[in-house]
């Protein structure tokens, strides 16, 4: 189509052949990316049941760590006190990968 590049379209659907469980898992961490990763996913062909699968496990994951965290975290005193600088250090922290994958394209360039 105009709106797809031919080689990305390509590139992508080497990525999701090699990559794309992994990808459907660690978007559901990153805000940006959880938005993407299925739709391009979709474009690259791969297969429904195997994108569900990953999908179903990725919100699995993600549930898990973040309902035993917030219960484990919530129950500290410190935490508690200090809940403000909790949720700074939270956003903070999530961008990280973000910026490691900023730093190592430009390292590229």
Known sequence: TRFINQ??????????EKNGGKAIVLARFLPLLRTFVPFVAGI???AYKRFFTFNVLGGLIW???TVGGGFWFGNLK???????????AIVLISLIPVGIGLF???KKT
Do not use: G
Request: glycine share 0%; proline share 0%; no cysteine.
């Open 7 to 16: 080689s990305h379209f390509e590139k992508a659907s080497l990525f999701y």
């Open 63 to 65: 549930v898990s760590i």
């Open 44 to 46: 690259s062909n791969m």
């Open 78 to 88: 410190i935490v508690r006190d200090n809940f403000e600088w909790v949720l700074i």
């Open 104 to 106: 190592q394209l430009k």
